[in-house]
Nanobody, 122 residues
């Protein structure tokens, strides 16, 4: 499975960005997609996840109500719509493919995209 993340950039606090993650290869081997982020000097943390089949979603408390993940099965693409962005959302965002929408730990995901930088200015 190959994952290509895109859509990062620089935005002011309160603004919005939409990240995309296009999956190719044996996508049928992964039941869910996750979004993670890693800020400088910090560990990679779970942001959100979505199951391919039913579209079940799961969010970290820190983004609940502000971020929405969705998927387009026909395009094998998942999205992360980020609204009301805060400076503390600044990080490199990664998409990952795994076996369960409930997985929150990076080691539970099998495939990773290259990451896309999101910078939120105050």
């Amino acid at each position: 499975v190959q994952l290509q993340a895109s859509g990062g950039g620089l935005v002011q606090a309160g603004g919005s960005l939409r990240l995309s993650c296009a999956a190719s290869g044996r996508t049928s081997s992964s039941a869910a997609m996750g979004w993670f982020r890693q800020a400088p000097g910090k560990e990679r943390e779970f942001v959100a996840s979505i199951s391919w089949r039913a579209g079940i979603t799961y969010y970290a408390d820190s983004v609940k109500g502000r971020f929405t993940t969705s998927r387009d099965n026909a395009e094998n693409t998942v999205y992360l719509q980020m609204n009301s962005l805060k400076p503390e959302d600044t990080a490199v965002y990664y998409c990952a493919a795994g076996g369960s929408v409930w997985n929150r730990v990076p080691t539970e995901y099998d495939y990773w995209g290259q990451g896309t930088q999101v910078t939120v200015s105050s």
